[in-house]
Nanobody, 123 residues
Framework: VQLQASGGGLVQAGGSQRLSCSAS????????VAWFRQAPGKEREFVAT????????YYADSVKGRFTISRDNARNTVYLQMDSLKPEDTAVYYC?????????????????WGRGTQVTVSS
């Protein structure tokens, strides 16, 4: 099982970036998918999650109103649109898939993890 996160890079504060997470149909089918992030010297934290049918999304307070999670099940891909980026959004971003259709913000709810993609926001 492999999840591949991509789309990271360097962006200026106030800018936008879109991350993608792709995996096999087996990994994503009927499962919730989430994004987490880990900044230097900090623990990994929850960012956003989306249910299998996209009917449910949930965001960390720190990104609510700026980030949007979405998915295209036909393409086995989940996206994280990040707008109004701030320097404190700098982190390695990971996608993770659960083993059920709906999941929350706890790491232990997610079974499969990708390697992560670096996002750096300059001030």
């Amino acid at each position: 099982v492999q999840l591949q996160a991509s789309g990271g890079g360097l962006v200026q504060a106030g800018g936008s970036q879109r991350l993608s997470c792709s995996a096999s149909r087996r990994t994503f089918s009927n499962n919730a998918v989430a994004w987490f992030r880990q900044a230097p010297g900090k623990e990994r934290e929850f960012v956003a999650t989306i249910s299998w049918t996209s009917s449910g999304t949930y965001y960390a307070d720190s990104v609510k109103g700026r980030f949007t999670i979405s998915r295209d099940n036909a393409r086995n891909t989940v996206y994280l649109q990040m707008d109004s980026l701030k320097p404190e959004d700098t982190a390695v971003y990971y996608c993770a898939a659960a083993l059920r259709a709906v999941a929350g913000g706890e790491e232990q709810e997610y079974r499969y993890w990708g390697r992560g993609t670096q996002v750096t926001v300059s001030s």
